[in-house]
């Protein structure tokens, strides 16, 4: 029978893989196009036209080139009609010379130089090369023919990538001391959200693709990506075959999910006592003598409207207000009260130098100032300030000036009435 390596020894090149050159530009796939010279096919670089690979005469001898833009960058010197592998030369390239593997199909090719890349780019990372392993591998998948699973393998490659140069970045700015202040490296979230990227694409390409869904959960837990991470960590169990001889990798994955749910339930925690702490925290006390100052005029404030002359123009102008009332009647009462207080209340002003008689901002700046000690706990201010609003029937801010109060009409909303139907406030809809 027909061995297969004869067959292929046999059948001519129907596409080249150049790798390894030390110019970039050269390495990548090459196609058979069909047109021949010196008895041999001109193979074409299936992204940059003008990099072509042919046999070509040298005086009395003949060779195979590798030229871009008609200048020679790698050459070999050989009578064989089939393109060697190696002992090429570098003329107007750099070193090192490529490697020169010819397949009779163009899947084998894609395949072979995708292997390489993909050795390529984890040599890279171990040297610590992420950005670049990870611009190999975004290479390798541009081939033109992969099957799904070894794409979406190379994918998973490349969210490994993103996710070590996560680390990588973390690690780093702990060691220069970064995160005294509690901030991180933007580039660690941006690293690991690339590669939960790179393993959602893969996954969906292939649903059974380990790596993927096991590096995009670390990636998640990385960055406190709970559920996301989670989701991740149970594809990754689904993706382990049955059988006792995976059991570890189904143990390994059910044992991150466990982990990440534990650790988002301690993140929690210790958030919830945070925002305790934080409450608890003591505000910072007001001076004594802003206390006092406030103590005092609140009492002021407080006995002046105590007097006769302000309580019964004020019940005479209380009385007046009544259910179907206009507004526009209503301001002008409650402005009448408001003038009455301020007749009260601006001999007490002037005396601490606000020249509330006229000016409303010095109003808004004298009552601001009162309250201000109210809001602080201090009691008895709070209970005069209280007091205060229930003689004169105005809210605190309201006495200062009067504050326009926003209406909205929600008549028109869309909600679930009584009865249990749907639909506006004013009647009922039917569907």
Partial sequence: ?????????????????????????????????????????????????????????????????????????YGIRTDSERCPAVGWRPFKGQAPAPRVEGFASLGDACLRLAEAWCQEAEALNDQGRFKMAAEVYKRAMSLPVLP?????????????????????????????????????????????????????????????????AWEGAIAAKHIGWWNKGRQLAKKAMQAVPHGPQHRAERETASTLFLLMAEEEQEEKQRKVLEMQQSKQQAEPEVDAKEVEWARGVAIQL?????????????????????????KKDADMLFSEIRQLVWEKWNPIAWQHGYRTSWDTLARKSFCA???????????????????????????????????????????????????????????????
Avoid at 302 to 313: G, H, I, V
Avoid at 382 to 407: F, G, H, N, Q, Y
């Fill in 302 to 326: 407080n006995e002046a409207l105590k007097a006769e002359d302000f309580k019964r123009p004020h019940h005479q102008i209380w009385k007046l207000i009544g259910p179907g009332l206009k």
């Fill in 1 to 73: 029978m027909f061995e297969f390596d004869e067959l292929e020894a046999a059948l001519p090149f129907e596409a080249i893989a150049v790798f390894g050159a030390g110019s970039d530009e050269v390495n990548g796939l090459y196609e058979d196009t069909k047109v021949k010279a010196h008895g041999t096919p001109i193979f074409r670089h299936v992204v940059l036209s003008t990099t072509l690979l042919a046999r070509e005469p040298h005086g009395c001898r003949t060779g195979w080139l590798i030229g871009v833009n008609r200048r020679p960058y």
């Fill in 148 to 212: 799904t699973k070894r794409f979406a393998e190379i994918q998973g490659f490349r969210a490994k990538t993103y996710r070590r140069l996560a680390e990588n970045k973390k690690v780093s700015s702990r060691k220069q001391g970064d995160n005294d202040d509690g901030e991180e490296d933007p580039l660690v979230g941006m690293a690991a959200e690339w590669a939960i990227q790179e393993a959602e694409e893969a996954l969906e390409k292939d649903p059974k693709c380990f790596l993927a």
């Fill in 369 to 431: 100032r009162v309250v201000d000690v109210a809001n602080a706990d201090v009691a008895e201010v709070k209970a005069l300030v209280r007091e205060m609003e229930d003689r004169t029937c105005l809210e605190w801010p309201d006495i200062a000036e009067a504050v326009e109060k926003i209406k909205y009409d929600e008549t028109w909303a869309y909600t679930k009435r009584e009865d249990g139907t749907w639909g506006t406030w004013n009647g009922p809809t039917s569907l």
